[in-house]
């Protein structure tokens, strides 16, 4: 701990860390991080053992996103993710045992099973079950806000997606009609510069995704993704935009996966030299510097101790919790139920 | 609204643009989340939709409630099942049903799939009404696409061909729960098709009274014990045209309309198929993969020992479209392929 300690921090959580943010705050976005950031890690060991089936996009890198845009949000606000959804949705509030036990293809998880690693998500905590469909969000997204504008409610919808999806038409289409319609939708882009193996630069001469904001009247911005408490700054000024009625936001967040693409991935297609001077930018090592810098190292290791617990509960819940009924795969595709279909 | 003629009975007769418009009013009426968004739907001076079934709308219920977009289907139909997925009811338009394949996406991979992938948490409650049907208006205007969602999981798939069965599917259609693909034929809009569906009257008796239709139930619009006829929208009255023709020879066809092809009701045309032990199936549609093949499946599964004949399907040949009306009308189901079908059909 460092000698030059506010005196304030006696008191722990009491310091500022920015203007808006005191130090207990900047520790729950730390502990939120380190629980995306701990879930992925310990998710793909557990998938190595053959505990979790199918496959994962994880996102070690881009937690910072995930949790400084969720912290700008009301429960009531909601979210579409993409296929790499595990950080978004542990950001805006999903259940971890049920998050997990998703993943497990158990009963007990957030879709019942029927929606597993791509598909995370619940409605009571305003989270879409996570569109896996590159740019499939951006349009869906739109049918949020006009909700919410017709509703004559002040939620804001936030959609997430890479800067592979902005050469999707459905990013372009969205985000016209949003605009045209003054939609309260924050797009929120995160650049993690591959879309899947194929680096932006060869998918577009324009560089940056929130230039593209310009093309419809919409405000766009350049936020340093790999700072959580600019992201949450950025996104809380294009929240309360939104929400005031003033129409969408683009953000692009640049970021950086450490892992592969999904779980297969060897990476060669980027070098080494790369992924370590993106790694010199981790988020969750740059907040707790700075908490650090602040006077608790004790609270640090309290809060990464706590994480690990919660995933061990959640883990030990995945495990125990019963697998879905085989039958139950046959129903719940419509509301009604519709006699024909059944094949012998 | 124009004021429909009256029948000889004094019974109020509506075309189906008249019986859909009424039916759009009272779901509007009746519940405020239902709203209208699509291509030049509302615009003042505008065409009230690209078949005019909206006309006249605006004057009641406002522009908030009836949304002009860009030209962007991707965006309408993403919209929709976004506002459905919040509660909204609302009913997109796209102009033409060949512009569905520019929001597939929308509608395979989201709205059929979110109430299954939320584990029936949400709903997509919309209907996504499209004009389908040739009048010379070629390869990209005059599909019938009807059969590509009957293949989706968690869509339900109506197909309306008379204005009493509009009105009162619509309005079923907007009080059901899950995505609803209503297919309408532009030539049996209103007093246009008529001469074009073998002269028939389209108007039908819509009662003032408010009437509801079920999805899933087919109708049975001609009786007869020789041969079932299945068929939709213009290819319907063709059918009823055919039968006509050859009960002079003794044939007598039972026609049934389907109106929903998502579910079935395998219910009424099994038991014909039972009771005449011939089937005939008629679309607009494309013969290859058509919704007529999975009926022939389904009937050859569970009826086949009622079957005297092979089953015969009369679809629009294997080729896009063409304009010139005298190709046209050699691909698409005339009333000689569906007689010379039936005919065929009752030879064994």
């Known amino acids: ?344 | 609204m124009t004021p429909a003629a009256p029948s000889a009975r004094g019974q109020r007769r509506l075309t189906i643009a008249e019986a859909l418009r009424e039916a759009i009013a009272e779901e509007m009426r009746h519940d405020e989340k239902v709203f209208l968004i699509g291509e030049d739907i509302g615009v003042p001076g505008g065409f009230g939709g690209a078949f005019g079934v909206y006309l006249g709308l605006t004057d009641e219920f406002g522009h908030e409630r009836i949304i002009d977009t860009p030209i962007s289907e991707k965006a309408i139909a993403g919209a929709a099942i976004g506002a459905a997925l919040m509660g909204m009811r609302p009913i997109p338009d796209l102009q033409y049903a060949d512009f569905l394949f520019e929001c597939m996406d929308e509608l395979v991979n989201q709205a059929a799939k979110m109430r299954y992938m939320s584990n029936g948490k949400l709903s997509v409650p919309m209907v996504l009404r499209c004009p389908v049907g040739t009048a010379n208006r070629g390869a990209q205007h005059g599909q019938s696409p009807e059969s590509y969602f009957v293949h989706v999981p968690g869509l339900k798939v109506v197909c309306i061909s008379d204005a009493y069965h509009a009105k009162g599917l619509l309005k079923s259609a907007v009080r059901d729960d899950d995505p609803v693909i209503f297919f309408e034929h532009k030539l049996l809009y209103g007093s246009k098709g008529r001469e074009q569906a073998g002269g028939m009257d389209l108007t039908a008796h819509v009662p003032e009274e408010e009437y509801f239709f079920p999805i899933g139930r087919a109708v049975v619009k001609r009786a007869g014990t020789s041969v079932t006829v299945v068929a939709t929208h213009l290819s319907l009255y063709r059918s009823l045209a055919a039968a006509e023709e050859l009960a002079r020879d003794g044939i007598e066809c039972e026609v049934i309309d389907p109106l929903t092809l998502l579910p079935l009701d395998e219910e009424t045309i099994f038991a014909s198929v039972r009771k005449t032990g011939r089937l005939v199936i008629a679309h607009e549609d494309t013969l290859t993969g058509g919704w007529g093949a999975e009926l022939a499946a389904r009937v050859g599964e569970e009826c086949l020992y009622s079957l005297q004949a092979p089953i015969r399907r009369v679809a629009s040949h294997d080729v896009p479209l063409p304009v010139a009306p005298v190709m046209e009308q050699t691909v698409v189901p005339s009333v000689a392929r569906i007689k010379a079908a039936l005919a065929s059909c009752c030879e064994g």
């Open chain 1, 1 to 344: 701990m460092s000698s030059d300690t506010p005196a304030g921090m006696t008191e722990r959580g009491s310091a500022q860390i920015t203007p808006e943010i005191d130090a207990a705050h900047a520790l729950n976005l730390y502990r939120q991080m380190l629980l995306i950031r701990r879930f992925e890690e310990r998710v793909y060991l557990l998938y190595l053992q053959g505990e979790i089936p199918g496959t994962l996009h994880q996102c070690q890198g881009q937690e910072a996103v995930a949790v400084g845009v969720c912290d700008v949000l009301r429960r009531t606000d909601w979210i579409t993710s993409t296929h790499r959804p595990h950080g978004h949705a542990l950001a805006k509030g999903l259940d971890l045992g049920a998050a997990m036990a998703e993943l497990y293809g158990k009963a007990t998880g957030c879709c019942g099973g029927k929606g597993g690693s791509m598909h995370l998500g619940d409605p009571s905590v305003g989270m879409l079950p996570a569109i896996a469909i590159v740019g499939g969000g951006n349009t869906v997204v739109t049918g949020l806000g006009l909700a919410f504008k017709l509703m004559r409610t002040d939620q804001v919808a936030v959609c997430f997606f890479g800067e592979g999806a902005s050469n999707e038409g459905a990013f372009h289409e969205g985000l016209n009609f949003a605009a045209v319609q003054r939609l309260p939708i924050v797009f929120a882009c995160e650049n993690n510069l591959y879309g899947a193996s194929t680096p932006f630069h060869q998918a577009s001469l324009v560089p940056d995704v929130a230039a593209r904001a310009a093309a419809y009247g919409v405000r766009g911005e350049i936020i340093d993704g790999m700072d959580v408490l600019a992201v949450r700054e950025a996104a809380a000024r294009a929240v309360a935009e939104a929400r005031a009625g003033a129409g969408p936001v683009l953000l692009e967040f640049k970021t950086y996966r450490f892992a592969g693409h999904s779980r297969g991935d060897v990476r060669g297609y980027r070098s080494r030299e790369e992924e370590a001077e993106w790694k010199e930018r981790d988020p969750i090592v740059r907040l707790r510097e700075r908490l650090a810098a602040t006077g608790d190292a004790e609270v640090l290791a309290e809060t990464a101790a706590q994480v690990e617990a919660a995933l061990d509960d959640a883990i030990e819940f995945a495990r125990q919790s019963p697998l879905p009924r085989a039958e139950d795969a046959l129903t719940g595709a419509h509301a009604t139920v519709i006699s024909s279909g059944a094949s012998s």
